[in-house]
C-alpha cells in the first residue's frame, strides 16, 4: 500500500517561478526521501530528510518536515524547463521497503 | 559510471505466455529492489534481496511472479501465464545497503525499468 500521498497530482508553472508539492503520509517515519523522474526513465534520488530534521537545503531544492503533521514538502525555487518531471516522496518506515506515493507531476512552460 | 542497467527496455508479449526481465544492479550494491509501477501510479513494492540472506518476497502478486537474483548481482524477475493486469513498467533499483534500521540511510540507484505490454 501507499503510504506516501502527495499533493497535488499536477502543477504548471512558468519558468523562474517557484513550485512546492506536498507529501503526506499515515505511519512513524525513520526519513523520507524525494526523487525525479523523468518521463520514460527511472528516479532519480533528490533529497533525503530524517525524522529528527525539520529542514534540507540542496542547491535550488528546499525540503521541510513535520512529524507532527506527518507531512513534507519540496519547494523548488527558480524553476526550469528541465524541472518538468513527476516528483515522489518515499517514506522510510524503519524497514528497508521504501513506500511511494502516486506522485506530482510538475510542467515548467518556457 | 555505470548505474543499474536493466533488459530488455521494452517487452511486448501475448497473454499466457511467460517473460524474464533482467537487472544489473550497480557494482558491489548489496541489496537489490524490484518495483512495479502502473500508469500514473506509485511504486508498488514487489521484493527486496540483501546480500545472501533469504529475499522478501511479500509485495509479489501471486505466485505467477518469481525473482532470483544469482550470485548477489543480476536478479531475473519470472512472470508466468503474463496477464494484461500485469502491463507495468517493472523498475528495479540497488542500494550500496538497506535503506533503514541503522540509522544510516542509502538511496535506492533506479534503472530506467521495463515497460512490460501484455496483448
Known amino acids: 500500500s501507499q503510504q506516501g500521498e502527495e499533493d497535488p497530482q499536477a502543477l504548471s508553472i512558468q519558468e523562474g517561478e517557484n513550485a512546492t508539492m506536498n507529501c503526506s503520509y499515515k505511519?512513524?517515519?525513520?526519513?523520507l526521501q524525494w526523487y525525479r523522474q523523468n518521463s520514460g526513465r527511472g528516479l532519480v534520488h533528490l533529497i533525503l530528510?530524517?525524522?529528527?530534521?525539520r529542514e534540507k537545503h540542496s542547491g535550488r531544492l528546499r525540503v521541510t518536515l513535520d512529524t507532527s503533521k506527518k507531512s513534507s514538502s519540496l519547494l523548488i525555487t527558480a524553476s526550469r524547463a528541465a524541472d518538468t518531471a513527476s516528483y515522489f516522496c518515499?517514506?522510510?518506515?524503519?524497514?528497508?521497503?521504501?513506500?511511494f506515493g502516486a506522485g506530482t507531476t510538475v510542467t515548467v512552460r518556457a | 559510471g555505470a548505474g543499474v542497467s536493466q533488459s530488455p527496455s521494452n517487452k511486448v508479449t501475448e497473454k499466457g505466455k511467460d517473460v524474464e526481465l533482467r537487472c544489473d544492479p550497480i557494482?558491489?550494491?548489496?541489496?537489490l529492489y524490484w518495483y512495479r509501477q502502473s500508469l500514473g501510479q506509485g511504486l508498488e513494492f514487489l521484493i527486496y534481496?540483501?546480500?545472501?540472506?533469504?529475499?522478501?518476497k511479500s509485495g509479489l502478486p501471486s505466485d505467477r511472479f518469481s525473482a532470483e537474483r544469482t550470485g548477489g548481482s543480476v536478479s531475473t524477475l519470472t512472470i508466468q501465464r503474463t496477464q494484461q493486469e500485469d502491463s507495468a513498467v517493472y523498475l528495479c533499483?540497488?542500494?550500496?545497503?538497506?535503506?533503514?534500521?541503522?540509522?544510516?540511510?542509502?538511496?535506492?540507484?533506479f534503472g530506467n525499468g521495463t515497460r512490460l505490454t501484455v496483448t
Open positions: 505511519t512513524s517515519i525513520n526519513n
Open positions: 533499483a540497488s542500494s550500496p545497503r538497506p535503506t533503514s534500521g541503522t540509522g544510516d540511510n542509502s538511496p535506492l540507484h
Open positions: 518515499a517514506t522510510d518506515g524503519y524497514d528497508y521497503k521504501l513506500s
Open positions: 557494482s558491489g550494491h548489496t541489496a
Open positions: 530528510i530524517r525524522s529528527n530534521e
Open positions: 534481496f540483501q546480500g545472501n540472506s533469504a529475499p522478501d
